[in-house]
């Protein structure tokens, strides 16, 4: 009774993101014994605070471990509602707020709610590769709209004027933005909006890197209008990567259908990690994510010079999230090649273009900060040794 | 700059779960002091197992708070894999394991590798709803078929060469069914599954209630054929439904596809889950699994009798999960009415048919035996001297 293999068609247009086949190889020659710097992981280096790791912990003690509503615990939504308030100084009704399974579960879930099959999303190339999937895989159209340096690499007004057609439902930004690193101010949040809305479309941020930021604290785009669907995150700021715990604030309309939804597509957000992210907001865990953050900018503060010293063109600036994305011009027209050489002849792991889009993409390699300094200081040593 | 509320078309598809509605109004009337017997739970009363709790406990104090891969733990897929061996006497190979966010995170992957726009899944009708909404969700056509009693409420070969045509591309079942509690034996899934890959399909069985039988131990549909897919969950036999940790098995040949698709739907199944669930297979955890299935079974042998005493007809054997799906018509033909008159005259909740389909579902309710043997006589007192 053997079957063929048979698989639907949406997943031609998913593409295996290649910085997992080089982290696999990097733990490979790490097994071997070869000494690797990692500057290729999305992910903080730093473990979950203590206060929340606590909190886990009590609630597993207390045996909170049975479903929470589809729309999260009561108590998180409003822990959430009120950082807004004292954070942005934005009033959100807690009602507003989904806790989901991970930022990837609500934009799933939102897109799911917002883009019928054949609808086109606006997105920029270079961007986080997962959004233009999830597009896909509620059988949307996934527009990916070459950005350049010269404005911060994030979709503007006149892209919107002059990508958006009849087909086009959606335009979705994130701020800080991964892979570059640049944020959107309160102005430009706002012209978007308007160039959005005038065209009766939805317009959906993405703020996960927010709180990792190193200058003044961007707006959140709930302070532009209460119509921005924003998505955020426990995993970056509050380091709760593998806890997977996220968030988004709808506008009121939209939450029974997102509701039903929910209850259909995961039936609630991890308790235990919903427990323990009440102990997120508190003074205590507040004062460790400061730290943090006050590390990755040394890093930064460090790395952004010693790339450019090396002859890497890093063109915007990146003032949120942990990456540098990096024009490598100057040493190769094919930064997948240089990605893998850099891999395979210094041991530095980092990601090549080619895993956040198509424009330009060979051009440029992306770094991230997820390391110790001593370990970006041999990063950088063995890069300038190399392509010197 | 206020916008209307737009929403996808496949919304429309994606019914409420009416118990939801019924639940929210039982815990406000006992907010307001009434005593109510919940028969309406899907989810059994029980915490998680000690050994459990207390791995997931230490696995947060050891800071295992990061990323897994995709697929999950290699160590606990081959936990899995190892349970297929004791339990069912089946060998999988671990690389055939997929780690997921609950059963409900397997499907939806499981449906997006599988199901193309337009194309059709059977399922039966009673059956539990999320399925033919994640068929849904995927834009796929979710073609629900009749089933009776005489047949178990399960599909059979029969049902399959009714119902399938060109455009068909999977049959979906249940062992142990939600909400009949029927179960699928050797040769029954023997005969689904020549029916279904004579016509080239995917054959797909939830097992997500395997363990709580009450009487010989189905065979997994592993046993049957490598080419089934097969889901479960840590989530009812475990006792970690609030957790969000399940798993998939499948033919080897769409592992790759699987995990490229996870990476971008969830990234990773959660990491204290997966730690925890480490625990589940040790003998100390089965000898507590092992002691709640005697009290479901202790439930069910009270509860099925007694139903029956009152005068609803339980016509196909119930021998699995923690529901009895009865038949009403001798007091109704309206049973979402009942349900409603039955929670606002006596306290006592049960779930409409409505909620598992539309096939006879108006002479149906579903009773949960997820609350203690007192609770469960109350129940039934109050619906003799209600019905009587």
Known sequence: MSQPSRIAERMDAIAPFHVMDLLA???????????????????????????????GRQALAEGRTHYTPALGLPALREAIASYYATRYG????????????????????LLAVLVDPGRKVLLSDPGYPCNRHLVRLVDGVPVSIPVEAEGGYQLGPAHIAAYWDAQTVAAMVASPSNPTGTILGQAELSDLAKAVFARDGHLI???????????PHPPTALSVSDDIFVINSFSKYFGMTGWRLGWLIAPQAYIPALDRLAQNLFLAAPTPAQYAALSAFGNET??????????????????????????????????????????????????????????????????????F???????????AYTTTMPKLEEGVARLAAFLK
């Open 25 to 55: 190889r990097a733990r490979r020659m790490e097994r071997d014994g070869r000494s690797i710097v990692h500057m290729e992981i999305g992910e903080p280096d730093f473990p979950t605070p203590g206060p929340i790791i606590a909190a």
């Open 90 to 109: 934005v009033e959100i009704d807690p009602d507003r707020v989904v806790v989901t399974p991970g930022a990837s579960g609500a934009l799933h879930l």
């Open 205 to 215: 941020v993405d703020e996960i890197y927010h709180g990792l930021v190193y200058g």
């Open 286 to 355: 507040m004062a460790i994510m400061e730290a943090r953050r006050a590390e990755f900018q040394q890093r930064r503060d460090y790395l952004l010079p010693a790339l450019r010293k090396i002859g890497f063109a890093i063109d915007a600036e990146p003032a949120g999230a942990f990456y540098l994305y990096a024009k490598a011009s100057r040493f190769t027209d094919d930064s997948f090649t240089l990605a893998n050489r850099l891999l395979d002849e210094v041991g530095v792991a980092v990601t090549p273009g080619i895993d």
């Open 357 to 367: 889009g198509t424009h330009r993409a060979h051009e440029y390699l992306r770094f």
